[in-house]
């Protein structure tokens, strides 16, 4: 037989995590998304967010 094409998102080592935000929380990140260059969804940003804040304070590596 053949072999199938998988179909959706390619595996990668992650975890989903579900937050809730308050109204004023919410209202900062769209405020902050807006001033940035590119047209980022929610889960973006908050990504953004936090891989800058963990470098500038050394607990996520810097890319090469």
Do not use: C, H
Request: charge should be positive; glycine fraction near 4%.
């Amino acid at each position: 037989f053949s072999a199938k094409k998988k179909v959706g998102r390619p595996r990668v080592d992650s975890k989903a995590v579900n937050v809730r935000m308050d109204r004023q929380l919410l209202d900062g990140l769209d405020s902050w998304s807006q001033t940035q260059d590119k047209t980022l969804s929610k889960p973006e940003a908050v990504r953004a967010i936090l891989v800058e804040y963990l470098r500038r304070r050394g607990f996520l590596e810097k890319p090469s």
